[in-house]
C-alpha cells in the first residue's frame, strides 16, 4: 500500500516558513507494509535547515520526500555535493535526485528545480534515477514486484506569468532553453505540458514492463483542470 501526502505550507502575508502552517490532512501512524510518501514546496531549499527537515521527514516515517521549486543551482557540483553529503548524514542508505535548469548562474540561488529522496532499504530498489535538463522535473524508477516498476515523479511547473518581464525566473529560463533548443513555440507551460507527456509514454510504453506513473509537486495551477496524462 503506499501512503500519499501533499504537505503544503501557507506562507501568506510574508509569514516566515518555519512559523508556518500545514495545510492539509494529520499523518497518522504508518501501517505495516505500507510506502509513506510526501511532497513539498519549500519555496527554496536553505542549506541550512536541510538536515532538520529530512530529520522531520523521518520522524514522520515518510520513506520518499519529493521538492518542487528547491531554488538551488544543482549544476554546481559543490551544491550538488553539499545536498547529498546532507542527505547520507541523515541516512547513509538514501539516494537522492536533484533537477536544475543548464542555465548558468553566478550565485547558487536559481529559481526552479526539483528533488526526490529516498530513504533506508527503499533506496535499494532504484533501478534508474535522472532529471529533464529544463529543471522541470527528477525521477527515480523502483523496481516492483513481478514486472513492475514504479517511477516517482517530482515535478515544478513554472508560473503563468512571471512577475518581472526579464530575469532569471524558472519562465525566463526555460524560455531562453526552448529557443536554444529551436522550438518555435517557446511557451513554457505548453512545452512542459508536451514533453512531460512523451516522457511518460517512453517510459509506460517499455515492452514487458508494467510501468506505475506517479506525480508529485507544484503545477502552479488549480488541481484537475487538465489531466496530464
Keep these: 500500500m503506499t501512503q500519499l501526502y501533499n504537505i503544503t505550507k501557507n506562507t501568506a502575508n510574508n509569514t516566515p516558513y518555519e512559523d508556518s502552517d500545514i495545510i492539509g490532512g494529520a499523518i497518522k501512524e504508518k501501517p505495516d507494509e505500507t510506502i509513506r510518501i510526501s511532497s513539498m514546496n519549500p519555496c527554496g531549499l536553505r542549506l541550512d535547515e536541510i538536515t532538520n527537515q529530512l530529520q522531520h521527514a523521518l520522524d514522520l516515517d515518510i520513506d520518499i520526500q519529493c521538492y518542487s521549486e528547491i531554488n538551488l543551482d544543482t549544476t554546481k557540483t559543490h551544491l550538488l555535493q553539499q545536498l547529498q553529503e546532507q542527505v547520507t548524514q541523515i541516512d547513509t542508505q538514501a539516494r537522492s535526485t536533484w533537477s536544475s535548469s543548464n ?18 532499504g527503499h533506496a535499494g530498489r532504484i533501478k534508474s534515477s535522472g532529471t529533464d535538463a529544463l529543471g522541470r522535473w527528477s525521477y527515480q524508477l523502483l523496481d516492483g514486484k513481478g514486472n513492475k516498476e514504479i517511477l516517482i515523479m517530482s515535478i ?9 518581464k526579464v530575469g532569471i525566473a524558472a519562465y525566463h529560463q526555460q524560455q531562453t ?11 513554457p507551460r505548453k512545452n512542459f505540458k508536451r514533453d512531460i507527456l512523451e516522457f511518460l509514454k517512453a517510459q509506460l510504453n517499455k515492452e514487458g514492463k508494467n510501468t506505475i506513473p506517479l506525480l508529485f509537486g507544484d503545477r502552479n495551477e488549480v488541481i484537475n483542470t487538465y489531466n496530464i496524462i
Excluded: A, E, H
Excluded at 515544478?156 to 518581472?164: D, L, M, S, V
Design 177 to 187: 532553453q526552448l529557443s536554444m533548443m529551436n522550438r518555435q513555440d517557446t511557451d
Design 156 to 164: 515544478y511547473q513554472c508560473c503563468t506569468n512571471p512577475t518581472n
Design 103 to 120: 542555465i548558468t548562474t553566478t550565485r547558487n540561488y536559481k529559481p526552479g528545480g526539483t528533488g526526490i529522496i529516498t530513504f533506508g
